[in-house]
Nanobody, 126 residues
Framework: QVQLAESGGGQVLPGGSLRLSCEAS????????MAWFRQAPGKEREFVAALRWRTTPYYADSVKGRFTVYRDKDKDTMYLQMNYLKPEDTAVYYC????????????????????WGQGTRVTVAS
């Protein structure tokens, strides 16, 4: 089992930036797929971005060009750099880890991942 811990959330003005971190511990693997999801009040959890071993990152259309996901393998930490934030980005952000090599269409499914963090809240408001 992998334990995940998110940090870096907070409140920011529209157009601002934040960087979220997800530190993994336990039975980690550099080849495991990892992802960021978010959940706004009253809405379902939605996919944001994902990383797979030796492939390009995968993003939701709503964050392409604004968010960047990357991983520091030496630290077992995944990051989400969020720029040009909008009020609609307000949500609790969760990181997740899975196993195997899911195809692209599976990366945005909650069921692909079997380990989840507790979440970190991001609020974008003026």
């Amino acid at each position: 089992q992998v334990q995940l811990a998110e940090s870096g959330g907070g409140q920011v003005l529209p157009g601002g930036s934040l960087r979220l971190s997800c530190e993994a511990s336990g039975r980690t693997s550099t080849t495991s797929p990892m992802a960021w999801f978010r959940q706004a009040p009253g809405k379902e959890r939605e996919f944001v971005a994902a990383l797979r071993w030796r492939t390009t990152p995968y993003y939701a259309d709503s964050v392409k060009g604004r968010f960047t996901v990357y991983r520091d393998k030496d630290k077992d930490t995944m990051y989400l750099q969020m720029n040009y934030l909008k009020p609609e980005d307000t949500a609790v952000y969760y990181c997740a880890a899975g196993v195997g090599s899911p195809i692209s269409s599976m990366l945005k499914r909650v069921s692909t991942y079997d380990s989840w963090g507790q979440g970190t809240r991001v609020t974008v408001a003026s």
